[in-house]
């Protein structure tokens, strides 16, 4: 089966989006400690959260208007690989978050990686 997106936007409600090394480093995207200031060196961003995207109040990607993604043509690598029907093992416990959250609308967190 081929992966599908029904466009309902819960993925980029429920999870954190974590950018790669490039993409933290192209300052294109908000992330969620920008106001404290860039760190340059990407390890050290990863192991405090720095190169996570920015989140609404609401807990939504900074980036989702009206239930679209808004940077769709240059959203984040992990964003264009994540699909709720993916069957690969890395995106399992992401699968299952969804599967909850659409049959009880609950909220969750997790994190979104990209293999960098
Ligand atoms: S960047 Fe776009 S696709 Fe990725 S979580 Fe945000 S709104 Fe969703």
């Keep these: 089966m081929a992966n599908s997106c029904n466009a309902c936007g819960l993925c980029c409600r429920l999870f954190y989006i974590n950018l790669t090394k490039n993409e933290y480093e192209s300052g294109k ?3 969620i400690l920008e106001e404290h200031g860039k760190i340059s060196n990407f390890k050290l961003a990863k192991e405090v959260g720095a190169n996570l995207l920015a989140k609404k109040e609401d807990g939504s990607c900074v980036y989702l208007v009206d239930n679209k993604c808004s940077i769709h043509e240059g959203r984040p690598k992990v964003c264009g690989e994540f699909f709720c029907t993916s069957r690969a093992k ?6 299952e978050i969804i599967k909850k959250a659409d049959s009880k609308a609950e909220s969750s967190v997790a994190i979104a990686s990209s293999k960098i």
Excluded at 90 to 95: H, I, N, T
């Design 90 to 95: 890395r995106f399992e416990g992401m699968v």
């Design 29 to 31: 995207y908000k992330t």
